[in-house]
């Protein structure tokens, strides 16, 4: 007889884990483009927590229209973040450019930056206490299924991951912008040949991931019922190590991984005290890194 | 009429002056070569031509329009499309998204019926759609560039080393496949280290060497040339 405890905390994992797969498909799809990590991830997911705060408190949309508008100011700080951060620092003419360890530490910084003053920035504004999410707008109301009982958030964000995941999916394999995307993550010299625009494929690139991140800010925090500046720092981490693990440019090796991190931190908090789960991130980075450098789903990429 | 013309391109990278004062012109509907050993910038200058590389002097005209430095995707954009030294296929991507990308140029609307005039010059392509492009063979992978660059419905085609570590029976019908592309109405410019068959199938040809262009000529006249006979040709060949 399975512990109805233990399927509940597997449940809770997965939902977490869906959580950080959004955002860790942000991180792979980045990385994809531009063969470089983006440290401001984590607050493009903050910038949507907060986005839709601010919404509930002045207008009380439907719950649909604050994922949407978080949705939309994810794009919009997305495509800021690659034009301020990002593209003054590329030199992109060929093989040996995209090659360039200058261009990856310089964007390396330069993200990292990006990231403190956003971070920073929105301390200053909403204060670096927290904000609690108004009553109706709670994602916490209990639902039994038989003698298990989840909640009306892991419906949600069940619901709004997979939605958004098979769009990508739809997106990435139906459109010509994400063909595009694809094209430049396998060979940006091959797709300047064809004709691909790849700083448009890139914009759109950051677009798409930012949107995933800010609507996984969103739900974290309806779910959560609290809000901080800093929220973004432990999730951008989890997906960072979601990301590392699952090869770095596997969209499907990322949410795999995602999926698994969320289910261990949420079982392992039955044997270590809770402050202690963000190891089992860290615990899986070290295992990851000495013993599958290539990643767990990794399979060799042609730029290394 | 001369739908492209260089006039005293200059191309530096760093330190290094790669391309002096190259001035060429490719005729309508013609087949045109640089012939050049390892190293004298052939690669570069097909590059420069597609916009991946900035001239730093000269100018580019394609269709009596100015490209000089204009950015690769505009320059697609209005008919010059390159078939990339080293294939630069996209490999985890199937055969048809390959070729779907080669016309992401062209309005939607025109996808389908330029895949089917594609395949209909590379029947071999048609039977393979699905697969993956990397597991094609080192003949098919090179179809399917030149099928991709095709797919842009190309004024002028820019071929760099098309047989490259082909078999010999690949290579004759790579050669073959230019006749028909000319044929159709398409200008090719061709780099070639097969200097032999290259200069059969063309009309005009250039020399070059250390960046620079040191001879030139309609082809026959270049193939019959003593220092293209030594340099390039192996000797006497009749
Ligand atoms: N990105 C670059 N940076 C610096 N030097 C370069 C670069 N690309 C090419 N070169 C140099 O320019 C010269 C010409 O190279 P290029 O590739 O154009 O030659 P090629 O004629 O195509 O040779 P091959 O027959 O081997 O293809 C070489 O000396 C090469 O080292
Ligand atoms: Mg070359």
Redesign the pocket.
Known sequence: MLDIYFVQQIINGLSIGLVYALMAIGFTLIFGVLNVVNFAHGEVYTVGAFVGLLLITWVAPPLLVVVLAALAVGAVTGVGLERIAFKPFRRFR?E?SLRSRAMREATLLSSLAASIVAREVMTLVFGAHMQTIPQAYLLQRPIAIGPLSITNGDVVIFGASLAMLAALQFMLFRTRIGLSIRAVSNSPMGARFVGIDTDRAIIATFAIGSMLGAAAGILVGLYDGTITPQMGFAPGIKAFVAMVMGGLSSIPGAVICALILGVAESVTTDFLASGWKDLVAYAFLIVTLVFFPQGIFGVGRERA | MTILKLEDVDVR??A?Q?LRGITLDVGEKAVVTVI?S???????LMRTISGIYRCTAGSITFLDQPITNLKSHRIVRQGLVQAP?GRMIFGPMTVRENLVLGAISRPAAEVSRQLEHVLSLFPLLGDRLRQKAGSLSGGEQQMLCIGRALMAKPRLLLLD?PSLGLAPLMVQSIFDLIGEIRSQGTAILLVE?NARAALRISDYAYVMEGGRIVLEGPADELSADDRVQSAYLGGKAH
């Open positions: 060929d040996a | 990278m760093g290094q790669v050049g390892n190293g004298v910038g052939k690669t570069t030294e080393e280290q």
